[in-house]
């Protein structure tokens, strides 16, 4: 198994990126845009991704997904194989999961060249929320969401519209 050192400096690194997941949420828009273009992943954008000792690259963010606003940690590890199950509850609480993997959705990724990533995803909340079809923003004004309205774009939209 694979030595996990979640030391001081980890800790830090680990709460840069929470820092910028938080106050960068990825909009649906910007994952479907990713899904047809991987160079707009959030894996290539390095104030998403740490390195934690020994080898174990992890990419975080909050994410804007279908049943609501999640947490998502991708982590794959040097070596072709996959990080161990104990290695990811341990990043997962260190990235705020809770409940570890038996209250999350979990699935493998292939990254190609025989490496994989372990993918976790985790609702952060229940709020009711609109996000606009057209920009990307949610809104969590009970107001906007009855009547689909952007304020961002300073328009009411429709299903058509999305």
């Avoid at 804007?64 to 161990?84: D, E, F, I, N, Y």
């Avoid at 104990?86 to 292939?110: P, T």
């Avoid at 993918?119 to 609109?130: A, H, K, M, R």
Wanted: net charge neutral.
């Amino acid at each position: 198994m694979r030595p996990l050192i979640i030391d001081p400096t980890a800790r830090a690194d680990i709460a840069r990126v929470i820092r910028h997941a938080e106050a960068n949420p990825v909009s649906l828009i910007e994952i479907t845009r990713a899904m047809s273009n991987p160079d707009l992943a959030v894996g290539n954008k390095p104030e998403h991704v740490c390195t934690v000792p020994i080898g174990y690259r992890c990419v975080f963010s909050i994410e804007q997904q279908p049943k609501g606003m999640c947490r998502h940690l991708s982590v794959s590890v040097v070596t072709l194989r996959v990080p161990s199950v104990e290695a990811m509850e341990l990043l997962m609480g260190e990235f705020r999961f809770s409940g570890g993997l038996k209250n999350s959705e979990a699935w493998r990724e292939d990254l190609g060249g025989g490496h994989t990533a372990i993918n976790v995803i985790q609702l952060v909340d229940q709020t009711p929320s609109f996000t606009c079809p057209r920009c990307g923003r949610t809104s969590y004004h009970p107001k906007d969401i009855e009547h689909r309205y952007c304020g961002n774009c300073h328009a009411f939209t429709s299903d058509e519209a999305a």
